[in-house]
């Protein structure tokens, strides 16, 4: 997982530029596996087929909207540690995460 290694969260354009986002090119049907490919990539590269189990959707309530610098997290990254402990969990498949701030260009 690219994110058991993060520090803080990154946005959408960092992420990009760190090479840790991926896409779904195709769904095989609505609730079985997706064919995933790194963001910003051809079609013709790495292409993943991932199963239901594997992707997961992060949904959260934002710490601080309104300050001078809005980040999705609180400055001990509580938010980012919680989603890391989840993930090395022993009952843990999910290899994709669905996260507005870095999923979505900001």
């Not at 991926?22 to 596996?33: E, H, K």
């Not at 400055?75 to 498949?93: E, V, Y």
Request: with cysteine; aromatic share 10%; proline share 8%.
């Amino acid at each position: 997982h690219d994110v058991l290694g993060l520090e803080r969260m990154p946005n959408h354009e960092t992420a990009l530029r760190l090479g840790i986002l991926w896409m779904r090119q195709a769904t095989l049907s609505p609730f079985g596996p997706s064919v995933m490919s790194l963001a910003g990539s051809a079609l013709s590269g790495d292409l993943v087929l991932a199963s239901r189990n594997s992707r997961a959707f992060y949904s959260h309530r934002w710490y601080c909207p309104g300050t001078k610098e809005p980040h999705p997290d609180d400055a001990d990254n509580n938010k980012l540690k919680q989603l890391q402990m989840l993930l090395r969990g022993p009952q843990s498949d999910v290899e994709f995460i669905w996260f507005d701030y870095w999923s979505v260009p900001q």
